[in-house]
């Protein structure tokens, strides 16, 4: 079928968003707006006091009593009625939706009361009789339990140390933060006794692999877990992926009390038992030759992944695995990783998800080369990134680095940010006594995560027996109805990403519509939608791999179109052009609602060998992305953006606080499917990561008591608090996505903490900055 | 049970509630208007904010039997069968919003601020600092409502 090329296409232009009008009007409909069966019980979580205790009683007698109380699901009802939830290390300790016998971290669930609403619940739990002896908490990560310890060594990295002139040294931490979205997790869940099944409905962000997690733990089958997403998500940010471990409990309350539970997480909830990030602590050495050349780089990670490892994890630690390099050409590369158990909440998936642990250790070693080397930070980076020409770049992990022009971006966003000006400046402002610094930080932001590379937390022996993990997928589903109504239908699970409008984008185009004309559904049903074990929204997949598929199932649609069109106009399906509603033959034309009806009413006159109906599915799967090797290597992502910082900060010698006077990115993330939307990621990762640079910060004490615990103690950044942010692009289209877009939610997250680090070392001459660099902890450093 | 009538969107509603019901959940559960959204419940992140007599408040910090003989007006009063408001329409079109969840809330104080007068960008952040917003950075925010300032 022909494409006429001065047509305008839809994906690439700034459309405002389709979503908007329901959300400004209040009729969004959120997890906690929908009743999706009638008389659920409202639930109310009993959890433990205590980071790590012996339950030796607990009691729900009184808490029965209650008038209102339908009853009490326990820790040992648990234990009874489910297994543990499966897990990608071999001895991770047993995780169970509450806890039984021992506690393991403040907060963790211990029983469900389910009640007639969720007041008598409230009450309810404070009936419940417990008898806990608090046992020692670990809540140190060096003091922690290491249940996997491996060494990777890529390249000749003993020698590159021996031949450098210069080894720079450091140990980083990056601490543990956590996204919080300010709508927070929910879950309504229908078990049906006859079937012995469990319909859940939650503001989930997948199927992806956690709804076999889910499903395994309940003893289903997967489709005995249908899991259903309601139209709206109040953000995620990764952190809802943990949602399936209260799929599985209120699963389970509703199983041993007959009835539908609902259940909606209040913050205090969310900040103690959600989803934190990982804290990590790298000791990560660099090797270079006298004129900056980067010879090797050597990590020794350890991950702080809290009381259990719960599925994805350790999956932070390894979703960079082939960005151990960053964005630069090095030969050789060694990491060992150990992942640890502390008395703490369980880590999970959380914005920039490995990348600004990585990344704050990498590219606050570039800097402080620079400065030993006698080198300007960006001459510095400029002398080792990849070039423009060496793509696709192998790095030495495996990463497959698919596209950029790496310099160009640097070029650009030292011109954006007055880099030169700035350096002026700051000499002037020295000589006044201001303390003005100048951070950058170079991040190659991967998207689109192969499922393969968690499997490097067991040995190449190990991972022989099973079956090889690899590859990343997405469905996507283009109908039209008999009077030519158009519907998308993805499993992309979107949380105010705009899925919906990019969508709408992507079909115009491939059936000569306009955006409007375009229905998309992004509520996902696991028993109806097109999906497989890589569905859902995370690692930045939905531009390259969820657009692409729609880009796909759109095609069949056109052909299919263009088939019965060309019955009609008497042509060759070639030289049919789909463009405002109609199929055209030079002047020819016949409408697309003719063309459905043709399909759907009058399938006596389709062309031979053509299927009644308009329904097409389709599934792109990321080129490209190996099982990892026999050496442990592996591309573990699809697509690799490209992001340049440039943060000017000024510290305030008195008090220690830290202003952002400017802030510049720079990014390529591919072709940009809609750039008003583009910005908004780049906008909203900025944020996280400026939130993790200077205020938010989850702190226990050394009992395992969490003291952030609700938002007066955990920080997160307003509007006064951010600086404007001043973006630029480049575009260099990804070979390995069928519209060669990136992913680019996750960029400036794990760009932003180092680059404001590295503004305020430079600006108070000390290399052993923290985030997040509050007043307190500046003050403290200054000379 | 207490009897509660409150004018709500225009509309006199005559309620029985529980001394302790909160007025967010009054106005969500009770009434059905589940545009006012709760993102706390403990007076930080402003997504629960309504109109009481014409101010911003956090709904999840009043209790409904408070409201006896007031006037609430919650976001689904903005447009209400209309068209969008001119500041609503605003934030669309800077792309201020992503998951919506914070939306109702600052819509609600802005309307609130923007009938006070003529704010400028930093009285504009201001009022922003009592609000969470987890997706847009802000700036977006402050813009929208600044070029509804203009209308």
């Known amino acids: ?783 | 049970m207490i009897p509660v009538a409150v004018e709500v969107n225009g509309r006199l509603r005559r309620e029985q509630v529980e001394p302790r019901l909160l007025l967010s959940d009054f106005l969500r559960h009770q009434l059905g208007l589940r545009g006012t959204h709760v993102g706390c419940e403990h007076g930080v992140c402003g997504a629960c904010t309504v109109r009481v007599d014409g101010a911003a408040v956090r709904s999840c910090l009043m209790l409904a039997a408070q409201v006896d003989g007031a006037s609430v007006e919650t976001v689904e009063n903005l447009a209400g069968d209309g068209e969008l408001t001119p500041l609503q329409a605003a934030f669309r079109e800077h792309h201020a919003l992503q998951c919506g969840f914070c939306t109702s809330g600052i819509l609600m104080a802005a309307s609130d601020l923007l009938e006070r007068g003529r704010p400028s960008r930093d009285e504009v952040e201001d009022l922003l600092s009592g609000h969470l917003c987890r997706c847009t950075g802000y700036e977006p925010i402050v813009d929208a409502i600044l070029q509804a300032v203009e209308q």
């Open chain 1, 1 to 783: 079928m022909g494409v006429t090329r001065e047509r305008t296409s839809w994906v690439g232009q700034p459309v405002a968003r389709f979503e908007d009008e329901a959300l400004l009007r209040g009729e969004g409909r959120y997890m906690d707006d929908i009743d999706p069966v009638p008389h659920a019980g409202h639930a109310a979580i009993l959890r433990s006091p205590f980071a790590h205790a012996r339950v030796n009683a607990l009691d729900p007698a009184r808490a029965l009593a209650l008038p209102g109380v339908i009853g009490v699901l326990t820790g040992a009802d648990v234990a009874r009625l489910s297994r543990p939830f499966a897990v990608g290390v071999p001895d991770a300790p047993p995780y169970l939706a509450a806890a039984h016998e021992i506690a393991r971290y403040a907060g963790e669930p211990l029983a469900v009361v389910v009640a007639r609403d969720r007041y008598i619940a409230e009450d309810a739990l404070e009936l419940i009789e417990l008898h806990l002896d608090p046992l020692d908490a670990i809540a140190d990560p060096d003091a922690g339990e290491v249940v996997s310890d491996r060494s990777f060594s890529y390249g000749d990295v003993e020698t590159a140390f021996t031949r450098a002139d210069l080894v720079v040294s450091e140990r980083f931490r990056t601490p543990r933060w956590s996204c919080n979205p300010v709508e927070t997790c929910g879950v309504v869940a229908d078990w049906n006794r006859a079937a012995g099944t469990l319909t859940a409905w939650a503001n989930f962000q997948g199927p992806f692999t956690l709804h076999s997690v889910a499903a395994g733990a309940l003893g289903l089958p997967g489709s005995g877990l249908r899991l259903i997403t309601p139209p709206d998500s109040g953000g995620s940010f990764g952190v809802k992926a943990a949602v399936y471990t209260y799929i599985v409990l209120l699963g389970l309350a509703s199983r041993h009390l007959g009835v539908p539970v609902r259940w909606t997480e209040d913050r205090i909830e969310h900040l103690t038992a959600g989803s934190h990030a990982t804290e990590r602590r790298t000791g990560l050495e660099a090797a270079f030759a006298r004129d900056g050349e980067l010879l090797a780089l050597r990590y020794d990670a350890v991950e702080d992944v809290g009381a259990y490892l719960r599925a994805p994890e350790p999956a932070t630690l390894y979703r960079m695995h082939g960005s151990l390099s960053g964005a630069y050409r090095v030969p050789a590369v060694a990491a060992r990783n150990r992942v640890v158990l502390t008395n703490r909440c369980p880590t999970g998936l959380n914005r920039g998800f490995g990348g600004p642990q990585l990344y704050f250790a990498l590219e606050r070693t570039m800097t402080i080369a620079a400065q030993r080397l006698g080198l300007d930070p960006a001459d510095l980076r400029r002398r080792n990134l990849i070039g423009a020409d060496e793509f696709p770049y192998r790095t030495p992990s495996g990463g497959l680095y698919d596209s950029g022009d790496y310099g160009a971006c640097l070029d650009d966003a030292l011109e954006l940010a007055r880099y030169d000006e700035w350096r002026i400046e700051q000499a002037e402002a020295r000589a006044q006594g201001r303390r003005i610094g100048i951070g950058l930080a170079c991040v190659v932001e991967p998207s689109i995560s192969n499922m393969g590379y968690i499997t490097l937390a067991q040995t190449a022996e190990e991972r022989t027996g099973a079956l090889p993990k690899s590859g990343n997928a997405e469905g996507a589903t283009v109908s039209i109805s008999p009077i030519g109504g158009v519907t998308v239908r993805v499993g992309t699970t979107p949380q105010g990403q705009g899925h919906r409008t990019v969508c709408a984008q992507v079909t115009a185009d491939a059936l000569g519509l306009r955006p409007e004309d375009v229905d998309v559904v992004t509520e996902l049903d696991t028993s109806t939608s097109a999906w497989t074990v890589a569905s859902g929204n995370y690692s930045s997949r939905f531009s390259g791999v969820g657009a692409g598929a729609v880009h796909l199932a759109a095609l069949k649609i056109a052909a299919k179109l263009g088939t019965i069109a060309a019955a009609e106009l008497g042509c060759d399906p070639e030289d049919v052009d789909l463009r405002d509603g109609k199929a055209w033959h030079g002047d020819g034309s016949v409408s697309l609602r003719r063309l459905a009806g043709i399909a759907h009413w009058h399938p006596e006159s389709l062309p031979a060998g053509l299927e009644p109906g308009l329904y097409e599915t389709a599934f792109f799967g990321a080129p490209n992305l190996a099982a990892p090797d026999a050496e442990d290597r592996v591309a573990s992502s699809a697509a690799h953006g490209f992001v340049v910082d440039v943060a000017v900060v000024e510290v305030d010698g008195e008090t220690g606080a830290v202003e952002v006077l400017d802030y510049t990115t720079v990014g390529d993330a591919g072709r940009l499917l809609n750039p008003l939307l583009a910005e908004g990621q780049i906008r909203g990762g900025f944020a996280h990561g400026a939130g993790a640079a200077l205020f938010e910060h989850i702190v226990y004490d050394e009992d395992g008591n969490l003291l952030t615990g609700t938002f007066m103690d955990y920080v997160c950044p307003t509007a006064p608090d951010l600086p404007r942010l001043r973006i630029g692009h480049r575009e260099t289209p990804s070979p390995f996505t069928p519209l060669g877009a990136k992913g680019l939610g996750e960029g400036t997250t794990m760009s932003t903490p180092v680059a404001i680090a590295n503004a305020v070392a430079d600006a108070i001459g000390r290399d052993d900055v923290e985030v997040p660099l509050t007043p307190g902890r500046v003050w403290e450093l200054l000379p």
